[in-house]
């Protein structure tokens, strides 16, 4: 049975593959009250988090495996990602999405086409080296971490270590999972993809345009992490352009930081997605329940 629990951002969906040996996919951000809805998430099922098998991590993103150590479970992901995270690398601290993980360590190193209780790993790197979906082969349905969504596309990265042939392997990924003719999908974040020849061709005509022209990658990968961070805590101006990937983009863009900052909050207060209170941004879309302490300025 494959059991899903929606959630808004900055945390990802969770997926209960239950059976004998149940697997759940995902950690969520490891706020606290994300970490409360997983045990009620599991609890529902007549699932405690003893009872997994493995935490199954797609990829090492805050919103995706925030809550890794706190579960207490072993944790399976692709060995790309596994060896940095066991290292302690920064690069698998996640600095972008400002939701700090707590510490964990990989216990199973997966690979391309393993076995892990009756799911199938299948390596779809492009917003990380070493992202994965899962393949239930019996129901023909993908859990696709950070690949694959309805009316939206993931962001790419467009710096640091991996932006290198990003988009290249993002697209080669979403054509590896259309070819397993999926009846289903189920992304990190939204809701399942049910007509999934139209979600491909979408995604693959938008990620062709962001080829075409790489600026629209940029601001896609701005306003979605931009959004993230706000999800988080209210802030400033002087809070966002604080934000480790702002110089960033503001050098990929031949802007400014403060014009990368203003114009980004702009386009997303026209949409009805952001409002400003005062000199502070907040945003209007549904959120998990945030942190107390969390800085609503500059921090």
Do not use: C
């Amino acid at each position: 049975m494959v059991l899903i629990d929606f959630r808004p951002g900055p945390s990802a969906n969770l997926v209960l593959v239950d059976g004998e040996r149940p697997v759940l996919i995902d950690s969520g951000s490891g706020s606290v009250a994300s970490l409360q809805r997983t045990h009620a998430f599991l609890a529902e099922h007549g699932v405690r988090a003893g009872d997994l098998a493995w935490l199954a991590l797609t990829h090492f993103h805050a919103d995706h495996a925030g809550g890794a150590g706190a579960l207490g479970v072993p944790v399976a992901a692709h060995e790309l990602e596994a060896s940095l995270v066991n290292a302690g690398d920064p690069r698998a601290g996640d600095p972008w999405l400002g939701f700090p993980i707590g510490p964990y360590s990989v216990t199973r190193g997966l690979r391309d086409g393993e076995a892990l209780e009756g799911l199938t790993v299948v390596h779809t790197p492009g917003q990380t080296p070493g992202h994965v979906a899962y393949w239930v082969a019996e129901k023909r349905v993908a859990i696709t971490g950070d690949l694959l969504q309805d009316g939206d596309v993931a962001w790419v990265p467009f710096g640091g270590p991996w932006a290198r042939d990003a988009l290249d392997a993002t697209i080669a990924s979403v054509e590896r999972i259309a070819a397993l003719d999926p009846v289903m999908t189920i992304p990190g974040h939204g809701p399942p993809v049910t007509d999934v020849p139209r979600a491909v061709a979408a995604t693959l005509e938008r990620y062709e345009r962001f080829r075409a022209d790489p600026s629209r990658a940029v601001w896609h990968a701005v306003r979605r992490a931009l959004v993230s961070h706000l999800m988080i805590a209210p802030r400033d101006v002087a809070g966002l352009m604080a934000l480790p990937w702002v110089p960033i983009a503001a050098r990929a863009l031949e802007l400014t930081p403060a014009v990368v900052v203003e114009r980004t909050l702009a386009g997303l207060r026209e949409r009805g997605v952001v409002v400003r209170d005062g000199g502070t941004y907040d945003v209007t879309v549904p959120y998990e329940a945030r942190e107390p302490g969390m800085s609503a300025t500059s921090k």
